[in-house]
């Protein structure tokens, strides 16, 4: 439609979850430059190494001239569940275990370490989880495990993730819960205590709750803990900007347009939606441009 834009990345390489959260066996890099390659013929400017709300405020881009925002920053704060032994080392959450291996490097050799487990757990049953869990496979996990505390059937993951890593000889231990990690003298993590559960009633989303068993209780010895057990929304952008509307979730709220609480800036995908999928972030994308095109233009 004409407009000069210009894309505001934090880290060092444009593609955000594309680039760092989806494994290269799922989605090859190449793919994701070559769509990058279509917009800079376009015209759109990078900028990356630049944090909104640190390295610049709203108020910053104001001063520089854009007349509208898109606030597209995504569900990158990661959870975990205070349970004991989650500061060893050796457990993270699956956001840095991709980020180390598919951004910078270190399943590729490169300067940036990462644990390389061999008898490795991860905690969760999402398309995340199945994409941490099968990268291990690839990192030399001699046994990767997925620990979850429902059934197979309640698992949020899709079906032919499910069946891939099967085909890669991962286990699933379903209706199990860690409960505890214990490390050794170094503070390494070397087990995880499970309880088994059983499922219960119904919760509102349709899912049986997961009821523990009492005294049914293990220990597994595990050198690496990978933790997937959902994402929250990154509270940098909406916590810089006075006067946006934020949901007791951390999300953005914006109208059936994409438009936040401040006319200019609208806002779409994770942000808004909490941890959701690719398609539908895309999808948010052009409805906020045209909402966008529509209040630049007065229409």
Do not use: W
Not at 113 to 134: F, K, Q
Not at 145 to 167: C, D, T
Not at 277 to 292: C, E, H, K, P
Request: proline share 5%; with cysteine.
């Amino acid at each position: 439609l004409g407009y000069e834009v210009t894309v505001f990345e934090a880290l060092h390489e444009i593609g955000g979850v594309l680039k760092y959260g989806i494994p290269e066996f799922r989605l090859p890099n190449a793919v994701v430059d070559a769509e990058l390659d279509s917009l800079r013929d376009l015209g759109v400017k990078f900028r990356k190494d630049c944090i909104i709300g640190k390295t610049l405020s709203y108020e910053d881009l104001l001063a520089e001239g854009y007349k509208a925002v898109f606030v597209a920053s995504g569900a990158g704060l990661p959870r975990f569940m205070g349970i004991p032994g989650e500061n060893l080392i050796g457990v993270m959450s699956s956001n840095e275990y991709l980020t180390r291996i598919n951004l910078m490097g270190a399943g590729r050799g490169g300067m940036t370490p990462v644990a390389r487990g061999r008898r490795v757990a991860v905690i969760g049953g999402g398309n995340t989880a199945m994409d941490s869990v099968r990268t291990a496979r690839r990192m030399g996990a001699e046994r990767a495990m997925i620990v979850y505390r429902r059934s197979e059937a309640e698992m949020p993951a899709r079906l032919e993730e499910v069946e891939h890593a099967k085909e890669e000889g991962v286990e699933f231990m379903t209706l199990c819960n860690p409960i505890e990690y214990r490390g050794d003298e170094r503070g390494n993590v070397r087990s995880m205590i499970v309880q088994r559960m059983e499922l219960g009633e119904p919760e509102p989303d349709g899912r049986r709750s997961p009821v523990a068993i009492p005294g049914a209780v293990d220990e597994i010895e595990i050198d690496e803990v990978i933790v997937s057990v959902g994402v929250s929304p990154n509270p940098l952008i909406p916590d810089s900007i006075e006067g946006l509307d934020v949901s007791k979730r951390g999300t953005i709220v914006v109208n059936d347009n994409m438009q936040s609480s401040i006319p200019l800036i609208f806002a779409g995908g994770d942000i808004v939606r909490g941890g959701a999928t690719v398609i539908l972030a895309m999808g948010d994308g052009r409805r906020a441009a045209a909402a966008m095109h529509r209040y630049l233009s007065g229409e």
